[in-house]
């Protein structure tokens, strides 16, 4: 059971760590439960209301309801703190050492006449985990050829960021219709240091490769391991670890850069009645890719009773990773003059980018690669990821001219398996609790904050791989935003 479960959490991590982004572990699947302070404190619920600049992740047809000529500049953080632990009887148990990740943000809106436009840089979501180096859930695994050996015995680590640079363009059609479009830059980055032992990389070399995990082809296969073992001159093969690793907080590795846009509307249908609705396409990103990888083999050659380490130099491509188009419905009643609710629904679409997740390393073609250079390896696993529906209702109650506090909460479908999900990637939280306040110094200037709390879920893997696994994931994060108007 120990092999059986190290070799799956392996192989299987990709893809995890791929759906993903500003660096974050995110709490919607990989989207944030909320994008804001405002939205933040009441669960997440933005899309008929206002939020501030945040209504660029929200919707950004809110920003047409605002009057007069006046510029809006806009400064946020957000501090998320994931725990995440691993169990297995057999192997072990560990926690995940990435426990912070920073999220800055900064916006500037002018609304002039009907129109409001300008520009934001925000995080959209993403995910990371780093398991100590040493740790028994990724020490060991079983061969090619059915021993029992140590791997690489390096880090563990997935890092997946994605941020964007938005430009809205909101009109105010009347006083209680506005319409938005908006265009978004969006970029993407990951580090990966992952390990597969030997017989997992051997189940995904095999013609057609492994129903439910996954395959690996290319010349890399066909032309150098299939000979090198028919003719004797590889006896057995310990792991294959893929290493590309930019080790900072702020920048991944591997990068792809590309476009996506947002529509949104909001009606005021009656004094205390605005309803909003928002839709979100699919991201056209390039292949996120780098020229500094490596792919390391342990392999046992002719006539040597211990393995020896064949690093690999080369360029690690991720074919068509994507985030999905969303759907987004709200409606906010103003029940008194001080109190607020709110309420959304979001969709979305996770089975259309998460079905399959496609790599491709290719060997530098120097002496040092050896028999490997110029090499292709073609590495696909399944991912087979649901489509997710989120709920936000929240309240805000205005105690006077300067204090105003929010509460909320957020559930979210767990759009994983119990049969797929792994400890690189358990994005399995679904319940949120938040809350949070804003305070005015002025008419022009406003402090909002927030805080949501995703309580522990503990999910047992089901598959045959990943049997008895127990992973646990909470979360808190922390949100600020500062907006002065002039």
Known sequence: MTVLFKRATLALCITGIMGASATAQATNAMNM???GAIAGGMGGAGVAHETGNSAVMNNPATLGMRRGEVNTVGLGYALLAPRVTAEHPDAGKDKSRARSFHMPSVSYIRTQDRFSFGAAVMAQGGMGTDYRTGSSLFSGGTSMM???VPLSGEPIKSELSMGRVMFPLAFRVSDRVAVAAQLDYVWAALDLQLDLDGQTFGMMAQPGGTPNLGSASGSM?????????QAGQIQDVSYA???FNRDDRFRGEATGDGLAGKLGIVVQATDRVTLGASYHTRTRLDDLSSSSARLSLGVLPQGSTEFQTQPVSGRIRINDFQWPESYHLGVAFQATDRLLLAGDVR???WSDVMKSLDMTFTADNTPENGGFAGAELDASLTQRW???TVIALGAAYRVNERWTVR???????NPISDETVNPLFPAIVQHHFSGGFSYRFSPQSALHASLTYAPKVTVTQSGPAFEGTRISHSQTVYR???????
């Open 241 to 243: 670890r893929f290493d």
């Open 386 to 388: 649901k489509d997710q």
């Open 33 to 35: 439960d909320a994008y």
């Open 146 to 148: 059915g021993e029992m």
């Open 347 to 349: 969709h979305v679409l």
């Open 407 to 413: 509460g909320g909460t957020n559930y979210a479908s």
């Open 480 to 486: 600020v935003n500062y907006g002065y108007r002039f």
């Open 221 to 229: 296969i066909t032309e150098r391991f299939q000979p090198a073992f």
